[in-house]
């Protein structure tokens, strides 16, 4: 078993929709990255949280320290929202390194 | 401000071809730096990482190797490529005492 689990593994929505990406993890973190990967490959640190919730425009993300797990919710999802949503953990403890989720596609359909 | 620059953003490059992968910080001192490899279908994995100059760890054993010949520049590197050397690789920096990361915009590399 992964130590960062994402799901859905693909997502398809039509233009719109309201879209979340749900993400849990294992491991004791001290924080929590979400990213953006679009096609070409470039990657997007979208949000960094430690608890409560973050907003950014369309975006908001959410994390639950007790039930360690996160979401990022995209309201009034556009087809431009379409690439890969990576969720990343960093560790707590003195190394503090990232354990990444294996993404999310999401297709937001025109 | 802070900033990280990696290139190339894309490369393509034969079997038993050489590699050099830069990525630089700027506006920050003594950064923990940190090299990640995506193979196709899979996630974000650790390959090296460095928390001073001249100081690599590695963590997975590969065809690759890394070097920090400054105190903001985290260099990979191989001397031959496998066509399983293929896949997007990521730079990232930290403060040593926070835990938030900043990326860079990755490379993705095709080996043929």
């Known amino acids: 078993k992964n130590e960062v689990e994402q799901s859905p593994q693909n997502l398809t929505a039509q233009e719109g929709e309201f879209i979340t990406i749900n993400c849990s993890y294992s491991?004791?973190?001290?924080?929590l990255h979400w990213l953006q990967q679009h096609p070409g490959g470039g990657i997007v640190s979208l949000f960094m949280?430690?608890?409560g919730k973050k907003k950014h425009g369309r975006l908001i993300a959410t994390i639950n320290i007790q039930e360690k797990h996160s979401s990022l919710h995209i309201t009034a999802s556009h087809p431009r929202d379409s690439a890969v949503y990576i969720c990343?953990?960093?560790?707590?403890?003195?190394?503090?390194?990232?354990?990444f989720g294996s993404g999310t596609q999401l297709t937001v359909l025109p | 401000s802070q900033t990280i620059h990696q290139w190339p953003a894309t490369l393509v490059q034969p079997v038993g071809s050489p590699l050099s992968l830069e990525c630089t910080v700027e506006?920050?001192?003594?950064?923990?730096l940190y090299w990640y490899r995506q193979a196709a279908g899979r996630g974000l994995q650790l390959l090296f990482y460095?928390?001073?100059?001249?100081?690599i760890s590695s963590e997975v054993p590969q065809n690759l190797s890394a070097s920090r010949p400054q105190d903001r520049q985290f260099i990979l590197s191989s001397k031959k490529l496998l066509l399983s050397d293929s896949g997007f690789y990521l730079c990232?920096?930290?403060?040593?005492?926070?835990?938030?990361?900043?990326f860079g915009s990755g490379t993705r590399l095709t080996v043929v």
């Open positions: 506006g920050t001192s003594n950064p923990n």
């Open positions: 990232a920096w930290r403060y040593r005492a926070h835990y938030g990361y900043t």
């Open positions: 460095s928390v001073g100059i001249g100081q």
């Open positions: 990343a953990c960093v560790t707590s403890g003195s190394a503090r390194q990232l354990t």
């Open positions: 491991v004791g973190i001290s924080a």
């Open positions: 949280l430690s608890s």
